[in-house]
């Protein structure tokens, strides 16, 4: 079978051509390409990327001679630089899409993001079938509709509007409580179909003993945080509650996981938290570590003091997962459905805000007597309640591997999707 690929330049095809052997992040993405591509299927990209040119990386299942189409649109951080930068990717876009289908017939496209609303047209018009994967680029729409009405978001936000309402064979989105299951209730036309998904992300089941890290623990205590940065983390609540417990009496650390280049995370962000770190007096205490593979993120995790989450909409992002499944001290702000994970006091802390975050780290410091038990019970509630990559990602492909014949046979595959249950990978529907 023949797949074209959409999407921005994802984690772990840049680890892959910066010489990298493990990768560093963005698993939901990597999982289901590496399956595909070991199942015999073919992968060509189109890629938008702030790379100008593309080295040659071959391995076993993947080589960089699949990015037919790398897509050259450096990051713009300027609003008003952006908005021209949106024109130009669009033209982009669309020309590599017409310049693919016209040298290959592909079975399948699976575009990812906002970006999928190009490719979406042209299947429609072609009769390709289609997935669309979102993962919490939505994070902030929700909560705009809810403020300003469904219109008026449309207006801001066309791509995404457009991409919930053309046409899909499936539409797949990580259930991370960035409520995108909402968002295609309250918008799309395609509400209340059997080709929606909304399933949460699988993980690498491995003990701390299993994982390799390849960065040195440092000795004195420290509270961990991983992922992107930009203003959506919240990170800036991280460094306040490193300056609450500094007025405690306790000068422990913070380090910083993550990619710091621009277009990965945001630089505005980055300087205004640096900004932040230096006016609270906390340079010391505060370490930018840039990105680290996932074993070492776990390993990282396991040893730190806490392992802080303080969003504001969603905590359930992959780090989450790969924190807890090996047994971690978790504090979090008690936002969406973390209850059904996190139980307060007894596998990790919920709190409200910075204050009571750096109560409880001090109480941890003071008293560790108290969280004994939070790294076993963290990583038997991982056992018990997380997907393992297998059990996820297979089901993807499988899905994957059926939409492609929906040109051939509907009636079959609106019969395979109506089984399939809309929130939970593993399960067929009740």
């Not at 909304?198 to 890290?213: A, D, I, L, P």
């Amino acid at each position: 079978m023949n797949i074209l690929y959409l999407s921005g330049m994802p984690l772990p095809i840049a680890n892959f051509l910066d010489g990298k052997e493990k990768i560093e992040g963005f698993p939901a993405y990597f999982w289901p390409m590496y399956k595909l591509s070991k199942r015999g299927h073919a992968i060509d990209f189109i890629l938008i990327s702030n790379r100008k040119n593309i080295p040659l990386v071959k391995k076993e299942w993947f080589s960089s001679t699949q990015i037919i189409h790398n897509l050259y649109l450096p990051y713009e951080e300027k609003k008003s630089k952006r908005r021209f930068r949106g024109i130009k990717r669009s033209f982009q876009v669309i020309r590599a899409l017409n310049r693919s289908f016209k040298n290959k017939r592909y079975d399948f496209v699976y575009a990812h993001g906002p970006l999928a609303a190009y490719a979406q047209i042209f299947c429609w018009l072609k009769k390709i079938p289609i997935g669309v994967r979102w993962y919490g680029d939505s994070a902030r729409c929700y909560p705009k509709i809810q403020k300003s009405g469904r219109f008026f978001t449309a207006l801001r936000k066309p791509l995404i509007w457009f991409s919930f309402n053309l046409p899909y064979t499936f539409f797949l989105a990580t259930d991370d409580n960035t409520n995108v299951d909402k968002l295609h209730q309250v918008w799309s036309r395609h509400r209340g179909k059997d080709n929606f998904f909304h399933w949460k992300t699988g993980v690498e089941m491995k003990t701390v003993s299993e994982c390799t890290n390849d960065i040195e623990l440092p000795e004195h205590p420290y509270i961990f945080y991983a992922g992107r940065f930009d203003r959506t983390k919240c990170v800036e609540r991280l460094i306040d509650t490193l300056k609450i417990t500094h007025n405690e009496g306790h000068r422990i650390h913070l380090y910083l996981a993550g990619q710091t280049t621009k277009g990965a995370s945001s630089l505005e962000y980055i300087d205004e938290l640096k900004e932040r770190i230096k006016s609270q007096d906390l340079t010391r205490y505060v370490h930018f570590m840039g990105s680290i593979s996932q074993d070492s993120l776990k390993v990282w995790a396991h040893h730190a003091l806490a392992v802080l989450f303080m969003y504001d909409i969603s905590n359930l992002g992959n780090v989450f997962y790969e924190a807890m499944s090996v047994g971690s001290n978790i504090i979090a702000t008690d936002v969406g459905s973390i209850k059904q994970f996190v139980n307060n006091g007894v596998n990790g802390y919920l709190v409200q805000d910075e204050m009571e975050a750096a109560s409880r780290i001090v109480e941890m410091i003071i008293n560790p007597k108290l969280t004994e038990g939070f790294k076993a019970n963290a990583a038997q509630t991982a056992r018990e309640k997380f997907y393992t990559i297998d059990q996820r990602f297979s089901q993807e492909v499988e899905l994957i591997e059926n939409a492609s014949a929906f040109y051939r046979n509907q009636e079959n595959y609106w019969k395979y999707v109506s089984n399939l249950s809309k929130t939970e990978p593993t399960k067929l529907k009740a």
